[in-house]
């Protein structure tokens, strides 16, 4: 059977320092915590029918089984890998073996406005599609576009 958002939930990954959200760099990355981004994301997918599994880590590795678990029991990723975006071979390629199953990249600020460095996305090279700039609404822009690869229609229509 096809994982669907009705059987199957987005999951969605934050990278590391994201657990400061709405206290690091207010300037840059805006007020909102992680625990309003999980709200934000959850309504999202709730108006499609869906749920969410929404996890942070400091971690690359803790990613990268993240990933593995995702391509066996949810229905689509949404991930925010943050400074891994710019050095993470290994996201890639966990995220390379997740066949058929959507991929949005998503980063709070816009990274090409940003240092030279943050210009470059290894997670880009497999994502169906990259949210940047957006603030926290991004996620939800993110959630929004899983639903659409995978054929979902607003539950509330």
């Keep these: 059977m096809p994982r669907t958002l009705a059987n199957a939930p987005i999951m969605i990954l934050n990278g590391p320092n994201l657990n400061l959200l709405g206290r690091r760099q207010p300037e840059i990355y805006g007020r909102e915590t992680l625990a309003d981004v999980e709200a934000l994301c959850a309504r999202a997918a709730a108006s499609h029918g869906g749920t969410i599994d929404f996890r942070q880590s400091n971690h690359e ?75 926290v609404q991004g996620y939800a822009f993110g959630v929004e576009r899983v639903a659409a690869l995978l054929g979902a229609t607003r539950a509330d229509a």
Excluded at 70 to 93: E, F, K, M, Q, W
Excluded at 99 to 117: A, C, K, L, W, Y
Aim: proline share 3%.
């Design 61 to 135: 590795g803790e990613l990268v089984d993240w990933i593995h678990q995702a391509r066996r029991d949810h229905c689509g990723i949404v991930i925010n890998p943050a400074a891994y975006s710019h050095t993470s071979v290994a996201i890639l390629d966990a995220l390379n073996t997740c066949d058929g199953m959507p991929v949005i990249e998503v980063h709070i600020s816009n990274i090409h406005q940003r240092e030279t460095f943050r210009h470059h996305s290894y997670v880009s090279l497999r994502a169906d599609g990259v949210i940047a700039g957006c603030g």
